[in-house]
Antibody, heavy 122, light 108 residues
């Protein structure tokens, strides 16, 4: 079955950096776009970033553009999120989620990983 | 940017029908997807492309979309349906994915 497992979360000081990973299994990873979505404590869901199946295109929410970088290694079936210049408002559970296949645009998120908590605090 | 508006809360008695709305400008021209999130768990897709159900999702969950409002309908509500529900669309004009603010469904 499809499985997504995030890792790399933790406590980081404001201005610091962190890299999240998402290990995928149970499907042809290299054929699907992938997303990062976050959820601040007690708040709703916020889409963060998307990368196409081949890594050729990347899209970001305005709130993270210029600070976060999404990437993937299809040989390792792994998705990444490099987070720089972190702020208190970036504190959230970060989920990776499987997107659409190949050239299809838009679409939904299914399934989701269990999430990893990032806390930005001094 | 495109905005989706959901009521913060909806309450319903067991066995009754719950309707959760998602408002957006001409949302009927977009594909709407719905997620269920129980406390401490990751979201789960319950309806995609306005009205389709993933495998394993009960027929009690259905969706519709027209004009400026999309609706998630849960028939014969059970205690286990108590959760937060989020609508989501893709804004093709900006290539961004958007979530509604979420609705907490309470089963009385």
């Amino acid at each position: 079955q499809v499985q997504l497992v995030e890792s790399g979360g933790g406590v980081v000081q404001p201005g610091g950096s962190l890299r999240l990973s998402c290990a995928a299994s149970g499907f042809t990873f290299s054929s699907y776009g992938m997303h990062w979505v976050r959820q601040a404590p007690g708040k709703g869901l916020e889409w963060v970033a998307f990368i196409r199946y081949d890594g050729s295109n990347k899209y970001y929410a305005d709130s993270v553009k210029g600070r976060f970088t999404i990437s993937r290694d299809n040989s390792k079936n792994t998705l990444y999120l490099q987070m720089n210049s972190l702020r208190a408002e970036d504190t959230a559970v970060y989920y990776c989620a499987k997107g659409t296949e190949l050239e299809l645009r838009g679409g939904w998120f299914d399934p989701w990983g269990q999430g990893t908590l990032v806390t930005v605090s001094s | 940017s495109y905005v989706l508006t959901q009521p913060p809360s909806v309450s319903v008695a067991p066995g009754q029908t719950a309707r959760i709305t998602c408002g957006g400008n001409n949302i009927g021209s977009k594909s709407v997807h719905w997620y269920q999130q129980k406390p401490g768990q990751a979201p789960v897709l319950v309806v995609y492309d306005d009205s389709d159900r993933p495998s394993g999702i009960p027929e009690r969950f259905s969706g519709s979309n027209s004009g400026n409002t999309a609706t998630l309908t849960i028939s014969r509500v059970e205690a286990g349906d108590e959760a937060d529900y989020y609508c989501q669309v893709w804004d093709s004009s900006s290539d961004l994915w958007v979530f509604g603010g979420g609705t907490k469904l309470t089963v009385l």
